[in-house]
Each structure stands twice: as structure tokens, then as C-alpha cells.
């Protein structure tokens, strides 16, 4: 059974710092590309932020400089560091599993990040 399983979410001042964590369980973790989507409210899910199975890094405009993405390919686990947090970054954050090859895209439940003003 494969398990996404997001922590590491909350209420925290703008400028403030939150890291996110995902752990994955039955999943052939170093061969899929992992990512971060977040939705807020009203708006569709978007993507923020995705590292390879390669280590290649791609992020959105709106958070370079700022969120940092690692993945433990021994812990299979993924982490989103959030630095100088805006509100704008309010939003239910997801992680996301994918392998072309495998023709499997696997999804956490979320986690709540909310950035006050």
C-alpha cells in the first residue's frame, strides 16, 4: 500500500520559517520524482516546488530564494524548507510521488500552512 504522509504544517507570522515533511512508504522511492503542489483556498492546485529522482530541482518563481527542497533517498522521506513566509503562501501544501516510467502519480492528504499578517 503506498502512503504519503505529510507533517510539519501550522500558523506562523509572516517572515517566519516552517519546514514540511513527507514520508513514503510502498513506493520504490529513489526512482520517482517527488514535489510540493499547494491550493489555497478558491484557487486551483498549483505546483511550488519538485526535486527529480535524478536530484534535478525545479522551482516556481514566486518561492525562489526562499522554500528549499532535499529528499533522503535511505529515509524516503522529502522536506520543504519555507523561509521569509508570506501570506500568500497560505495554502493546503501536498506531496506528490510521480514516475513516468512506472505510470504512477501518488498523492499525501496535505498540510494545513498558514501565514498571518
Known amino acids: 500500500q503506498v502512503r504519503l504522509v505529510e507533517s510539519g504544517g501550522g500558523l506562523v507570522q509572516a517572515g517566519g520559517s516552517l519546514r514540511l515533511s513527507c514520508a513514503a512508504s510502498?513506493?520504490?522511492?529513489?526512482?520517482?520524482?517527488m514535489g510540493w503542489y499547494r491550493q489555497a483556498p478558491g484557487k486551483q492546485r498549483e505546483f511550488v516546488v519538485g526535486i527529480s529522482s535524478g536530484g534535478v530541482y525545479n522551482y516556481t518563481d514566486s518561492v525562489k530564494g526562499r522554500f528549499t527542497i532535499s529528499r533522503d533517498n535511505v529515509k524516503k522521506t522529502v522536506n520543504l524548507q519555507m523561509n521569509t513566509l508570506k501570506p500568500e503562501d497560505t495554502a493546503v501544501y501536498y506531496c506528490?510521488?510521480?514516475?513516468?516510467?512506472?505510470?504512477?502519480?501518488?498523492w499525501g492528504q496535505g498540510t494545513q500552512v498558514t501565514v498571518s499578517s
Open positions: 510502498g513506493i520504490f522511492f529513489s526512482v520517482f520524482d
Open positions: 506528490n510521488a510521480r514516475s513516468f516510467r512506472l505510470s504512477a502519480d501518488y
